[in-house]
């Protein structure tokens, strides 16, 4: 092979994997591939039992009429989800003959694993994600064991949750909220993420227009769980959103390198709240609200005026995809960051975001996927120990602060530089000559749309 084959080939692979445009037939090779991995996992790997015999015991109270929720118990304990958890493991435990049809189930989580695959690829493609962070989606080993092999409620939040997000970067906003509300009825962690919600949602709808959208989402909650709220409101309210759990120490992912008298203490519960409250402001008014303006002035300013047409047109076309999957996955991120504790099952939360927000880093491709392998090989260790839990939130806090450096430029600056650089290897590619510094420019292909990091 002579040398401007060898040129040709190298150009259309480092295509393949930076251009955008080839996610349309890599996703769904990669979905393929991996439905045919969960097919396998289903038929040699046991499964493990941990909450699904719980989950059958309580919607078999339920099915019996009961409806206080502080009378509905399970082996591992109180009915701790809200009210449309109940009615899909209801339809779970009819469809998988009142739950003893594990392998049915699995599949099911399979078929549920699949799309939620497939809606954070859809996401990603809308945010002009690089083909090549794809497979960091389809190789967690923990995840497909939290899917398929345990078959826990997270797996349908997180469905509700990507819908969710596809729909906001869509600028479908009432769908993407029931789509949300729909998610928070079956776990409350999706909480997390609101704060980004309403922070994209008030620039794009303005103040009254996100009371609306928070109007739908308080509706649905209220007409999910009207049964239960006749039978018992407080009851309902204080176990489905319980805000005060006590955790047990030996099952917190995050925090092992903490003593276990620091990790139950109230001061620690109270400081990772002030924590969680902070960063969120500092990358609200740094980062989030770009398109409308950093200031606090210019926030409470927006509450009174209405925008002319033109500044309503600039804030619609800064609040892109891409903008609107950064902020949504860097709430989450900071949720998790300061989150009181993780366990196992967790990790759905972050699985498929971590990779698109390295991406956003703008790191060396070589460091994404050292720091993607550090957090899977944290999260897989069991039980956890200080080394790992020190490992899952550093991973968080270096992926967030590199997001909140990468992000302050402009979409346009960033464009240009993509641009620039691959107008750059095209030319080099023209003459037929070997690139110089060739590992320092795939890297900089590699950072597209956004990756540039700010230079001061």
Request: proline fraction near 7%; aromatic fraction near 14%.
């Given at each position: 092979m002579d040398r401007k084959s060898v040129v040709e080939l190298y150009a259309g692979v480092l295509d393949i994997a930076v251009n955008p445009k080839h996610t349309k037939w890599v996703a769904p090779v990669l979905l393929l591939m991996d439905a045919v991995l969960c097919a396998l996992i289903i038929r040699t790997v046991s499964y493990t039992e941990i909450d699904w015999v719980a989950y059958m015991q309580q919607v078999r109270q339920v099915n019996d009429r009961e409806r206080d929720y502080t009378m509905i118990k399970?082996?591992?304990?109180?009915?701790?989800?809200?009210?449309?958890?109940?009615?899909?493991?209801?339809?779970?435990?009819?469809?998988?003959?009142?739950?003893?049809?594990?392998?049915?189930?699995?599949i099911i989580f399979a078929i549920v694993y699949i799309f939620n695959l497939g809606m954070a690829m859809a996401c990603y493609n809308l945010a002009e994600a690089p083909p090549w962070i794809l497979p960091m989606l389809v190789l967690s080993k923990r995840l497909h064991s939290i899917y398929v092999l345990r078959c826990f409620n997270d797996c349908f939040a997180m469905s509700a949750f990507f819908i969710a997000v596809y729909c906001y970067q869509r600028k479908h906003w009432s769908y993407g909220s029931v789509a949300f509300s729909c998610g928070l009825g079956i776990k409350m962690n999706l909480l997390l993420?609101?704060?980004?919600?309403?922070?994209?949602?008030?620039?794009?709808?303005?103040?009254?227009?996100?009371?609306?959208?928070?109007?739908?989402?308080?509706?649905?909650?209220?007409?999910?769980?009207?049964?239960?709220?006749?039978?018992?409101?407080?009851?309902?309210?204080?176990?489905a959103f319980d805000l005060s759990r006590e955790f047990q120490y030996k099952w917190t992912v995050n925090w092992k390198f903490v003593p276990e008298d620091v990790f139950l203490s109230r001061k620690f519960a109270f400081?990772?709240?002030?924590?969680?409250?902070?960063?969120?402001?500092?990358?609200?008014?740094?980062?989030?609200?770009?398109?409308?303006?950093?200031?606090?002035?210019?926030?409470?300013?927006?509450?009174?005026?209405?925008?002319?047409?033109?500044?309503?047109?600039?804030?619609?076309?800064?609040?892109?995809?891409?903008?609107?999957?950064?902020?949504?996955?860097?709430?989450?991120?900071?949720?998790?960051?300061?989150?009181?504790?993780?366990?196992?099952?967790?990790?759905?939360?972050?699985?498929?975001?971590?990779?698109?927000?390295?991406?956003?880093?703008?790191?060396?491709?070589?460091?994404?996927?050292v720091v993607w392998l550090g957090q899977e090989l944290a999260w897989d260790q069991y039980p956890s120990n200080p080394l790992s839990s020190k490992i899952v939130v550093g991973v968080l806090a270096v992926v967030l602060v590199e997001v909140w450096l990468a992000t302050d430029e402009t979409e346009e600056d960033s464009k240009a530089k993509k641009q620039a650089t691959i107008n750059e290897a095209l030319r080099r590619e023209s003459r037929g000559r070997p690139k110089k510094s060739t590992a320092i420019e795939e890297t900089n292909i590699f950072k597209s749309n956004g990756q540039a990091k700010k230079t001061n």
């Open positions: 399970g082996d591992t304990g109180p009915l701790v989800y809200p009210a449309i958890h109940v009615y899909l493991y209801r339809a779970l435990h009819f469809m998988t003959q009142q739950g003893t049809n594990i392998v049915l189930a699995q993420v609101l704060p980004g919600i309403l922070t994209i949602m008030y620039q794009s709808l303005g103040p009254v227009g996100t009371i609306i959208e928070l109007f739908w989402m308080l509706q649905i909650q209220v007409l999910s769980a009207l049964p239960f709220f006749r039978a018992n409101p407080r009851g309902y309210l204080t176990r400081g990772l709240l002030i924590l969680h409250v902070a960063i969120l402001t500092f990358f609200m008014f740094t980062r989030w609200l770009q398109p409308l303006g950093r200031s606090p002035k210019q926030f409470i300013f927006y509450m009174f005026t209405t925008p002319s047409k033109q500044r309503r047109e600039i804030i619609e076309e800064k609040l892109s995809p891409q903008f609107i999957l950064t902020v949504l996955l860097s709430s989450n991120a900071i949720g998790m960051l300061c989150a009181r504790t993780l366990h196992y099952q967790f990790f759905s939360w972050i699985a498929w975001a971590t990779p698109f927000l390295l991406w956003r880093s703008g790191i060396s491709p070589l460091l994404q996927v």
